[in-house]
């Protein structure tokens, strides 16, 4: 039986690294395109819960919501597959998605999603270029990532972020999240009524070295491939906490009327 392939993106359903993405992925299995109508770049892992979604088909195996990427993975596996798909690959996103970015990125969360589904997920994306994107090497890698997925899975609830540097890459890496001190750059302007308005920019970082980060893999010319998760605890954290909590006292009684 052939493999099933949910794919989705954030950058929409018109965008041609989702395409080129789901032409690699049919040497693999069964592939369907469940994407948005328009950009939902930086959208993170929002769901829409306060308005009706709807399902489109534009070719063959492929459809437009218009929602977010979460939206997306949610409506497909539950109007499109009878049993669960075998694997959800999100992208090729147009810009890394390393580090910090992973929590405002709508490309992560396709994947996250899959994750939380109980599905084997990768999110894919491909470092910014200036002219016309050749997303040829990162198609190339999501394939040969998701081929190793498909047949030696992956731990529970674990999805794989992977970033491809331009140009061919020297191979893989398996990588951590990198660090970084980000200065957040807003740009304050006056509308013509004299009342300021603001972009919000991509600001200033300040990346902490690490010879194992998803960015300075790609910094030096290779493939990150990122192990995730959604549990966001800081085990390490624990002790701290307990100790804290536990020399809190107890809450005060209500005031009696």
């Known amino acids: 039986m052939n493999k099933k392939i949910l794919v989705t993106n954030d950058d929409g359903v018109r965008s041609d690294g989702i395409h080129m993405l789901a032409e ?11 994407a948005p109508n328009i950009e939902a770049s930086a959208i993170g892992h929002a769901l829409t819960l306060r308005r009706p979604l709807r399902m489109e088909p534009i070719n063959d195996g492929v459809y437009e919501v218009d929602g977010t990427p979460t939206d997306c993975v949610n409506i497909a596996i539950s109007q499109l597959y009878s049993t669960l798909p075998d694997l959800v690959v999100s992208g090729i996103n147009k810009g890394h998605n390393l580090g910090d970015d992973v929590t405002y990125s709508g490309t992560v969360a396709g994947a996250m999603e899959g994750a939380l589904l109980g599905i084997p997920a990768i999110a ?13 090497h990162a ?11 498909l047949v030696r899975g992956l731990p529970s609830r674990v999805f794989l972020n992977i970033n491809v540097p331009e140009g061919r890459p020297h191979g893989l890496r398996a990588t951590v999240q990198a660090r970084r001190n980000h200065v957040t750059v807003v740009n304050e302007r ?14 200033e970082n300040d990346w902490e070295p690490h010879d194992q980060s998803d960015y300075q893999a790609v910094k030096d010319g290779y493939v ?8 966001l605890t800081a085990h390490d954290a624990m ?6 909590t536990s020399g809190a006292g107890a809450f005060p009684a209500p005031a009696s009327r």
């Open 24 to 34: 690699a992925l049919r040497r693999l299995g069964d592939v369907v395109v469940v």
């Open 124 to 136: 894919v994306s491909l470092a910014r270029t200036h002219g016309a994107y050749n997303f040829e």
């Open 139 to 149: 198609a190339a890698a999501a394939a040969a990532v998701a081929r190793g997925v």
């Open 190 to 203: 006056i509308d013509p009524r004299h009342r300021p308005y603001y972009w919000i920019e991509e600001g």
């Open 224 to 231: 990150s491939v990122t192990p995730l998760q959604p549990d």
């Open 239 to 244: 002790p701290a906490v307990e100790a804290l």
